[in-house]
């Protein structure tokens, strides 16, 4: 198990990460800045600058009951599509237009609030959860957490530029997370747009798209006038049958933070997403450091809803904090296990936070899920 980083010790212990470097080498180890470190080198380590290491762990497994799913338990459930690109190569006016052309949010006369994630129903009945975040940042946020959240990765490319620095990292991110992609070469309607020019980039990076005789999907569309986003939404359902997507729709829930805030009216409101089993009202959530009741829950067009399920992006009420995004979520049964691991979960966040204290505590656990 690998714990934190150079630059992660180097800050628990108020030192320069040049020195954890060099302390590393004269162990005959090369580590870089971001590099996470193993518990023999953290503890050696951290020993010659005074310092000694205790870890802990925090044991989930043995409060929350784990469900063992039987391939009969478990039914298809909607993709998790993230977009993400370079600057203002139109992510938002992606997804903008997709959110407004959804058939459901036409039913229910369109959306009334932003929540870091949303369900769209297609003409075909189909559905897909979009995560609506400026893709890059969340999804390395998740990572960070080791949070996998998203099964399909929207890579936009503006056909009036080309690829950029920040899709490389896009592209590098889905792949590292071993996430499938899907092109979307955008605002193919501008004067001068170079479609080709980007097929011809990502080809170069050995990303060589269908339409080229290649194995990765690529639609052009304009956002703008909305141009073959149906096209492009097909992709993403074809891409998504392919990863035979399921969940246990009957157990108690679990799933990640999307995002959380302090709310001055309502306290603290979270938005989760709902990865397995069914998230209800008055059930007992933990998340991250925080708990509490759903007091009550919301869908993305503000509707209050009893229940959500497998992919279901919720807005709930009732935590007595703001877990961070990328933080898991589970429905627990006894309060008072929840308010243990809580509080375990709370103070160890505090120990890392006091950098002065000759003691380090590692938060197994944190790292882990
Ligand atoms: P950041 O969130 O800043 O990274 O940008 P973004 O990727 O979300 O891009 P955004 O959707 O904000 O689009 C940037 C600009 O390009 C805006 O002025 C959009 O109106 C414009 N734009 C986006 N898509 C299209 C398109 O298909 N055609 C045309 N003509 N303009 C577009
Ligand atoms: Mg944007």
Known sequence: TEFVTANELANMMDVQVNQIIASCMSLGLFVSINQRL???????????????????????????????????????????????????????????????????????????QHIGAYGVKLDSGKKITFLDTPGHEAFTAMRARGAQVTDIAIIIIAANDNVMPQTIEAINHASAAGVPIVFAISKIDVPGANPDKVRESLANM???VEDWGGKYQCQEVSAKHGTNV????????????????KANPVKPAVGSVIESTL??????????????????????????????????????????IEEAGPSDPVLIL??????????????????????????????????????????????????RI
């Open 318 to 367: 009732g935590l007595n904090g703001a877990p961070q995004a990328g933080e898991k979520f589970n429905v627990m049964e006894s309060e008072k296990e929840t308010k243990d691991i809580a509080t375990k979960r709370l103070q160890l966040q505090r120990e890392q936070g006091m950098r002065a204290q000759k003691h380090i505590t590692l938060d197994e656990i944190g790292r």
């Open 38 to 112: 193993d518990a023999e080198t953290i503890a050696l380590v951290a020993e010659e600058f005074g310092y000694k290491v205790e870890f802990v762990s925090v044991d989930l497994a043995e409060s929350i009951s784990e469900y063992e799913d039987t391939p009969e338990d478990l039914k298809d459930r909607p993709a998790i599509v993230t977009v993400m690109g370079h600057v203002d190569h139109g992510k938002t006016s992606l997804l903008d237009y997709i959110r407004k052309s959804d058939v459901t949010a036409g039913e229910a006369g369109g959306i009334t």
């Open 230 to 245: 149906k096209q492009l939404l097909e992709k993403v359902l074809l891409e998504a049958e392919m990863l035979e997507l």
């Open 263 to 304: 709310d001055k009216g309502r306290g603290f409101v979270a938005t989760l997403l709902v990865q397995a089993g069914t998230l209800k009202v008055g059930d007992l959530i933990l998340a991250g450091s925080y708990y509490g009741h759903v007091k009550a829950m919301f869908n993305e067009r503000n509707q209050k």
């Open 206 to 208: 050995n990303y060589l």
